[in-house]
């Protein structure tokens, strides 16, 4: 039946156009895959701005086993090919698994309960309610030294209502928190900076508070979502920067980090900015920093707001000083090296203090991390008055 089904204006192809049509016209699409999707059935949930499968049941892939053996002599199976974990996991095609209809169905349920109205602002509001865990736990979270790992998660719940926050691609590029929450009962997305040693889909470890090519590329998709859905976004900020050396480049963090920034930048729902810790580099422009007009941009006392941290600074430029001198056939001595050091050191963590940055108005206000909340809240109401332009994000590379 190819010839009735196939080539025509009408045929199967008008499907996947209607879907991406639908999409640039703001309706929002949300697929639930609770069974097999194969070839252009394939296409359909993914076209769509969520995708939901449910564990064992739900498949996901452009052939099927048989088919691959066909074409390519390639021995496998439906699971491995396009299963839950497959496409969750380590393609990010697939936004959540689950593990039985049921629970599929309920985050379909979650999901619609925090659309806005058009054509007015109109953020969706619900009763507010405090989070379960005491907001002043938040001062316990950070640890002392800058360095060392905490749970960005734990950090979350204690800012968000019910402290319930439903992650977005929880297992898929991992070194950034993505998912819907409510503050003071305002429906938000949030993108933290995940400062946990985590593991990667290949089962290496990542440095919290990188971010990788990824975390980049999920980040850009949540960002979408959130406007397609006109929901407010809020980014909690403790980031070194993007992964750097030959492996990110050749894996594409350049047009990953590209992506993220540019979802970010055409993004029209209104943006919240919290420097939690280190706010360092492309790091910054990414998550949102003064320059990516947030509403309100606020810090920490913790926050750090640089292009590099002072010792990366100083160490790169005291190699820039060690080439230099080596051209003219001299060597720096172990005493100006360590002078060199103090000394950017010193002037880098002068210039990094929340202090500096508030009196440069490159944040709006330090804050007490308990009145978070508040703040967020306030910008939100204020922003509820003016109506949200169409999101257009321009040309993306996938």
């Given at each position: 039946?190819?010839?009735?089904?196939?080539?025509?204006?009408?045929?199967?192809?008008r499907?996947?156009?209607?879907?991406?049509?639908?999409?640039?016209?703001?309706?929002?699409?949300?697929?639930?895959?609770?069974?097999?999707?194969?070839?252009g059935?394939a296409?359909?949930?993914?076209?769509?701005?969520?995708?939901?499968?449910?564990?064992k049941?739900?498949?996901?892939?452009?052939?099927?086993?048989?088919?691959?053996?066909?074409?390519?002599?390639?021995?496998?199976?439906?699971?491995?090919?396009?299963?839950?974990?497959?496409?969750?996991?380590?393609?990010g095609?697939?936004?959540?698994?689950?593990?039985?209809?049921?629970?599929?169905?309920?985050?379909?349920?979650?999901?619609?309960?925090?659309?806005?109205?058009?054509?007015?602002?109109?953020?969706?509001?619900?009763?507010p309610?405090?989070?379960?865990?005491?907001?002043?736990?938040?001062?316990?979270?950070?640890?002392r030294?800058?360095?060392?790992?905490?749970?960005?998660?734990?950090?979350?719940?204690?800012?968000?209502?019910?402290?319930?926050?439903?992650?977005?691609?929880?297992?898929?590029?991992k070194?950034?928190?993505?998912?819907?929450?409510?503050?003071?009962?305002?429906?938000?997305?949030?993108?933290?900076?995940?400062?946990?040693?985590?593991?990667?889909?290949?089962?290496?470890?990542?440095?919290?508070?990188?971010?990788?090519?990824?975390?980049?590329?999920?980040?850009?998709?949540?960002?979408?979502?959130?406007?397609q859905?006109?929901?407010?976004?809020?980014?909690?900020?403790?980031?070194?920067?993007?992964?750097?050396?030959?492996?990110?480049?050749?894996?594409?963090?350049?047009?990953?980090g590209?992506?993220?920034?540019?979802?970010m930048?055409?993004?029209?729902v209104?943006?919240?900015?919290?420097v939690?810790?280190?706010?360092?580099?492309?790091g910054?422009?990414?998550?949102?920093?003064?320059?990516?007009?947030?509403?309100?941009?606020?810090?920490?006392?913790s926050a750090?707001?640089?292009?590099?941290?002072?010792?990366?600074?100083?160490?790169?430029?005291?190699?820039?000083?060690?080439?230099?001198?080596?051209?003219r056939?001299e060597?720096?001595?172990?005493?100006?090296?360590?002078?060199?050091?103090?000394?950017?050191?010193?002037?880098?963590?002068?210039q990094?203090?929340?202090?500096?940055?508030?009196?440069?108005?490159?944040?709006?206000?330090?804050?007490?991390?308990?009145?978070?909340?508040?703040?967020?809240?306030?910008?939100?109401e204020?922003?509820?008055?003016?109506?949200?332009?169409?999101?257009?994000?321009?040309?993306?590379?996938?």
């Open positions: 039946m190819q010839d009735e089904i196939f080539a025509d204006k009408e045929h199967f192809g499907i996947f156009r209607n879907n991406a049509v639908l999409s640039s016209k703001g309706i929002p699409q949300i697929a639930a895959v609770m069974g097999s999707c194969v070839a059935g296409y359909l949930p993914i076209m769509s701005d969520e995708a939901l499968i449910v564990d049941t739900g498949s996901i892939f452009l052939a099927g086993s048989y088919l691959v053996k066909a074409a390519i002599g390639e021995t496998t199976d439906n699971e491995t090919l396009g299963g839950s974990v497959s496409q969750t996991d380590l393609s095609v697939i936004d959540d698994r689950f593990p039985d209809d049921k629970s599929c169905l309920d985050r379909i349920k979650f999901l619609m309960d925090k659309i806005g109205e058009f054509p007015k602002a109109g953020f969706n509001r619900a009763t309610s405090l989070p379960k865990h005491k907001l002043e736990e938040v001062y316990g979270i950070l640890p030294e800058r360095s060392k790992p905490y749970e960005t998660l734990e950090l979350i719940k204690r800012l968000v209502d019910h402290s319930e926050f439903e992650q977005y691609k929880e297992n898929y590029g070194t950034i928190l993505c998912g819907y929450a409510r503050i003071d009962g305002w429906a938000v997305g949030i993108v933290a900076n995940n400062r946990e040693l985590v593991k990667s889909k290949k089962g290496e470890m990542q440095f919290g508070g990188v971010i990788y090519s990824d975390s980049a590329d999920k980040s850009a998709r949540f960002i979408m979502n959130c406007n859905k006109k929901i407010p976004l809020v980014f909690l900020q403790d980031v070194t920067g993007f992964m750097v050396g030959s492996r990110s480049e050749q894996e594409g963090i350049i047009k990953d590209a992506k993220m920034v540019n979802a930048s055409n993004s029209t209104p943006k919240f900015t919290v939690v810790g280190n706010s360092y580099g492309a910054n422009y990414a998550m949102c920093g003064k320059a990516y007009d947030p509403r309100l941009i606020v810090a920490w006392p750090k707001v640089a292009v590099m941290g002072g010792e990366q600074a100083a160490k790169v430029l005291l190699q820039i000083e060690k080439a230099s001198l080596a051209k056939g060597e720096i001595t172990a005493e100006r090296e360590k002078e060199l050091l103090d000394n950017i050191i010193k002037r880098y963590n002068k990094t203090t929340p202090e500096y940055a508030a009196s440069r108005l490159w944040v709006d206000e330090i804050i007490n991390p308990i009145d978070t909340r508040k703040w967020i809240s306030t910008g939100i204020i922003a509820n008055n003016a109506p949200v332009e169409k999101y257009n994000v321009g040309v993306i590379q996938t």
